[in-house]
């Protein structure tokens, strides 16, 4: 069974700023926190039942210290889409390039983890696999793979229903697949020998104009910091009285 | 003339709160661009939604598809992929639902139509929508446009109020063939599992509960507040890995980014992962032993103490503030 695992690395939470150019800075950059659930949940299965994982990522050239952990945590080996044209890309650039990075890797299932911590948009996926015409199955909280197909749980407002298709398939999944590992001291050292393969657009018959911002479908117009809290007032008083100090508060700001 | 289609989502024959915002939000586009509003609704039965979308103005276009076995996201996008070719309008707001976003996806890959995602606001400017989205959890707004004049927009919950109009749309019976263009995925089982009966991306007050509460047991007196207050109960990723709380109620970078009016944090410390999930909510209200916890920084009111003495005697001051008030 081959599993890709299609990994964004995106700013640290907490740190992320846009550049002089008005872009999000990709300075240092981690693996997106979802992905690293479903990179666990291919490796276990992969181990489980034999096969390999390779990553799939579309990013600059600090993309790959993200890429590393994740080799360093078990893939077997990594593709990195790189190209100086792509910074800018709209969604439907950034479903271009990977449709055509994918049609390359002859592979069962292509796992994606849910939104991404800095675009939050929850959408290439399934723009992809629709593109590439593959079953999509998303939300996954336990993802069940044979030689021939796959089956999920996908969460529900009620609870959650099961869905099967045959591969290859695309599957979203959460959080619920489980931790991710830590990369043994063995996984790092065995990374730094492992297959990393760069493609630029070239690499991938992909027009320069078409994608990144030339090619943009969507166009930045500007950004605006908004107003911040001031800072908490603070209420330390025994608990009756704290109670009916929030109760009033609500009550000035028409909340109750 | 152009114009403007919402795409609604129905849940036990009602339409869901987000969608009655999609309706208001066309409704409000068409109005200022001069072009036309319509929802569309797919369903075996979406009769009675279709006439309470109505009255928030837009026409609603009824779309009669059999259940099969296809998930609902798929069923509804290869559907609509066959009506976007065919009557071609300007502007399609979906909902940042996890169908929505299903949906949306695949209508990018079968369609090719440009997209904008996390729409925490939409206004007409120049021509075309002016997306606003909130990123970086809440420190950054950015404004966004299609280069084009067509696209896709994903919109948030809550990013406008739901209002009715003064005159309602019409409803219009729509018959489409869908092609099965998508890849075939089939639904063969459903669990139900308790879970709260509001979702919370809907809920207009949010109790949430972390570490502090201590114990899967705890969570009974933040479900009273949250009962007293009308809203639902929502939890930090500390407290549902450790099995206390279902997943559904995450809050933050790997849950859900929720905007209520109210939020009420117990026993939250207010760690970025977390923070990145709420910040955007009206007020926020902490309750918490520890004065130089992370919340301080974010929240509107810190009350420091010990939430199991507190929280119990705001949700009986609650009751009474509103019994009084009758």
């Known amino acids: 069974m081959h599993i890709v695992v299609l990994l964004k690395a995106v700013p640290i939470v907490g740190t992320e700023r846009l550049g ?31 096969g390999e994982v390779s990553l799939l990522s579309m990013g600059p050239a600090s993309a ?14 990594a593709y990195h889409v790189q190209d100086e044209a792509l910074a800018g890309s709209c969604i439907r650039g950034t479903v271009d390039v990977l449709v055509a990075a994918l049609r390359k890797i002859e592979f069962d299932l292509l796992f994606v983890g849910a939104d991404t911590s800095d675009g939050l948009g929850g959408v290439v996926a399934p723009a992809v696999a629709a593109r590439l015409g593959l ?3 998303s939300y996954a909280s336990e993802i069940r793979a044979s030689g021939t197909g796959v089956s999920i749980d996908r969460l529900s407002p009620t609870g959650f229903d099961v869905q099967e298709a045959a591969s290859p398939a695309v599957v979203m999944g959460t959080q619920l697949l489980g931790e991710p590992r830590y990369p043994s001291l063995r996984g790092i050292m065995q990374a730094r020998t492992k297959e990393t393969t760069t493609w630029s657009l070239a690499d991938l018959g992909i027009d320069p104009a078409s994608v990144g911002e030339a090619g943009a479908t969507t166009r930045f117009i500007g950004s605006e910091t908004p107003p911040q809290r001031s800072g908490a007032t603070v209420v330390k008083a025994p608990p009756d009285e704290a109670a009916a100090a929030i109760v009033d508060f609500l009550a000035t700001r028409r909340l109750i | 003339m152009a114009a403007i289609w919402a795409v609604g989502e129905v849940a036990e024959g009602r339409p869901t709160r987000l969608t009655l915002e999609l309706a208001t939000l066309a409704r409000q586009l068409a109005d200022a661009s001069g072009s036309t509003a319509a929802v569309v609704l797919v369903g075996h039965d979406v009769t009675t939604a279709a006439a309470e979308v109505a009255t928030y103005g837009p026409v609603v276009l009824a779309v009669a598809t059999p259940d099969d076995d ?72 950015t404004q966004s446009a299609f280069v084009g004049t067509r696209g896709i927009v994903l919109v948030r919950p809550a990013s406008v109020t739901a209002e009715a109009a003064a005159t309602s749309g019409a409803v219009e019976t729509v018959e489409v063939d ?45 479900e009273d507040l949250a009962d007293a207050l009308g809203g639902a109960v929502g939890a ?72 199991f003495e507190v929280v119990p005697r705001l949700a009986a001051a609650v009751r009474a503030r509103k019994a009084a008030s009758g």
């Open chain 1, 20 to 50: 002089p150019d008005q872009r999000v800075q990709r300075g240092q950059l981690e693996a997106n926190g979802n992905d690293e659930y479903v990179l666990e949940k291919a490796l276990k299965l992969t181990e489980a039942n034999g």
């Open chain 1, 64 to 77: 790959i210290d993200a890429l590393r952990k994740a080799l360093a945590m078990g893939a077997t080996r």
């Open chain 1, 135 to 137: 079953p999509y199955l």
């Open chain 2, 70 to 141: 296809r998930p609902a996201a798929a069923r509804t996008a290869a559907l609509l992929a066959d009506l976007l070719e065919e009557r071609s309008p300007d502007v399609v707001l979906i909902g940042a639902s996890s169908d929505g976003k299903d949906i949306a996806g695949a209508l990018v890959g079968l369609t090719d139509l440009p997209i904008l995602v996390n729409a925490s606001s939409v206004s007409w400017a120049d021509g075309g929508p002016r997306v606003e989205m909130s990123t970086f959890g809440g420190r950054l707004v």
């Open chain 2, 178 to 222: 869908a092609g099965a263009r998508l890849g075939a995925v089939r639904v063969t089982g459903h669990t139900e599992q308790a879970g709260s009966a509001v979702p919370i991306e809907e809920a207009r007050i949010i109790v949430g509960g972390g570490r502090g509460v201590g114990s899967p047991e705890g969570f009974a007196i933040i």
């Open chain 2, 236 to 307: 930090t990723r500390a407290v549902v890995d450790a099995g206390w709380i279902g997943y559904g109620q995450q809050i933050g970078q790997t849950g859900k980014i929720v905007k209520p009016a109210l939020y009420v944090a117990c026993g939250i410390s207010g760690a970025i992962q977390h923070k990145v999930g709420v910040q955007t909510a009206g007020t926020i209200v902490a309750i918490n032993r520890d004065p130089d916890a992370p919340i301080a920084e974010f929240a509107d009111l810190l009350v420091v103490g010990d939430l």
